[in-house]
């Protein structure tokens, strides 16, 4: 009796002291997908280590646009969660609403300006304050191949997008899909920047998708790509409209199709199937990208409190630039670690070919920002442009019409 009551006593301490330090964190995600999930698990795992309690706010949803929907509800209501994935220049258009708190104090102590490449420290600032925190960096000009399916076919892995007709064509005469996609306007986006940069190179992608130079964008090289999407187009079948990426990677996986053009999250699919790279799959550039390397990094933004207190706030940014979450989550990511020098030695092939790519290419002036994973554009312009591109997939639109309306989309504002 008497012990027992002891222990309830010192139970009830227990849980008090845990409630003077500890908070609760609200996280906004789309990370529901199998590989996804197991990622952010590990953020909340390690946000219950410390006795903080995990609030998940997923919102299913490829790339996150049912996300960002929500989000603005929630912030408009005056009741936002503690952070969001929010990526890019949307960094700058919500520091504008004056809604963010700034994580200067951790990023000081712990001396982020110094352990992130610099771009990225200064996307994740508004007005040279952090206001945002970098999770990974993933790569989007990869293309995943079934070797097995390849080989079935007697096809060669492409290096150009002639030769991709080619392997196209041979694995559909052999009975199965050439490439699995998802037809939703971020999808084939990705399909699209992969097609310019692979048809026009690095100056003309940053020409046109990041300048959004008139001149670039109104191009025979423009024009090319949009003839080359239109043959990609013609490669994937016909259940196409609607279906998520991971399900067009698991078409992949299971030997369906031959090849998917995705961001590197698709790894994150193949390693929660226990498949190996190199064995089971190939990542390779997509056609003519070899020497170039379109980024995606994903980021979270902080919300100020009501109750002005940021204990929970700075100990979920401490955690995610941390090395031990930088490397567990990165591992299941599919992504690879966004801290400078980290450990990579248990990363696989294709994580260490992009972290040797990410150096090399910024070196060369061929790193740059994927527009159809919010790194480029302002989010009105990234909206239209995408949404073009998915008319012209889905309709019989010429090429030169679609030129002229990119031209118009681009500036939107
Ligand atoms: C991207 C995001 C990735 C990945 C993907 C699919 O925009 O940066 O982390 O999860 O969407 O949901």
């Known amino acids: 009796m008497q012990s027992s009551r002891l222990t309830l006593a010192l139970a009830v301490a227990c849980v008090f002291s845990l409630n003077a330090v500890a908070g609760e964190v609200e996280v906004l995600h789309w990370w529901t997908s199998g590989g996804e999930a197991k990622s952010v698990a590990e953020l909340k795992k390690m946000m219950s280590a410390k006795g903080h309690t995990w609030k998940d706010f997923a919102v299913a949803g490829g790339a996150g646009d049912n996300a960002m929907t929500v989000l603005k509800t929630r912030v408009v209501s005056g009741n936002p969660p503690t952070a969001a994935q929010v990526k890019g220049p949307s960094i700058q258009e919500w520091g504008g609403e004056g809604v963010l708190a700034t994580l200067d104090a951790v990023a000081t102590a712990e001396k982020w300006d110094s352990i992130l490449p610099p771009v990225v420290a200064s996307t994740m600032k508004y007005k040279n304050h952090y206001v945002a925190v970098p999770v990974n960096v993933h790569r989007v000009n990869w293309m995943w191949v079934n070797p097995e399916v390849f080989k079935k076919a007697g096809a060669k892995v492409p290096t150009s997008w002639a030769e991709f007709d080619e392997a196209a064509t041979k694995i559909e005469k052999a009975g199965m899909i050439a490439v699995a996609h998802g037809g939703q306007p971020w999808q084939d986006a990705t399909v699209f920047e992969s097609v310019a940069l692979g048809i026009g190179g690095a100056d003309f992608y940053k020409k046109a998708f990041v300048q959004l130079d008139a001149a670039a964008l109104n191009s025979p090289t423009t024009l090319k790509t949009f003839e080359t999407l239109r043959m990609v187009r013609k490669h994937m079948d016909k259940d196409m409209p609607g279906r998520d990426w991971n399900l067009a990677t698991a078409m992949v996986i299971n030997g369906k199709a031959g090849m998917q053009f995705m961001g590197d999250w698709a790894k994150g699919e193949f390693t929660a199937a226990g498949k190996t790279p190199g064995k089971d799959y190939l ?131």
């Open 283 to 413: 990542c390779v550039a997509a056609p003519g990208t070899d020497k170039a390397y379109t980024f995606n990094i994903d980021s979270f933004i902080v919300f100020a409190q009501k109750n002005k207190d940021l204990k929970a706030t700075n100990d979920f940014a401490s955690t995610v630039l941390s090395p031990a979450f930088q490397q567990v989550f990165n591992l299941n990511k599919g992504s690879i670690p966004v801290r400078l020098g980290a450990d990579m030695s248990k990363f696989d092939d294709c994580a260490k070919k992009s972290s040797a790519d990410f150096v090399a290419t910024n070196k060369a002036g061929s790193l740059l920002p994927s527009f159809a994973h919010g790194m480029a554009m302002p989010s009105a312009a990234q909206g239209a442009v995408q949404d073009l591109i998915s008319s012209f997939m889905n309709s019989n639109m010429s090429s030169q019409d679609a030129v002229a309306k990119l031209l118009v989309a681009a500036k939107k504002k």
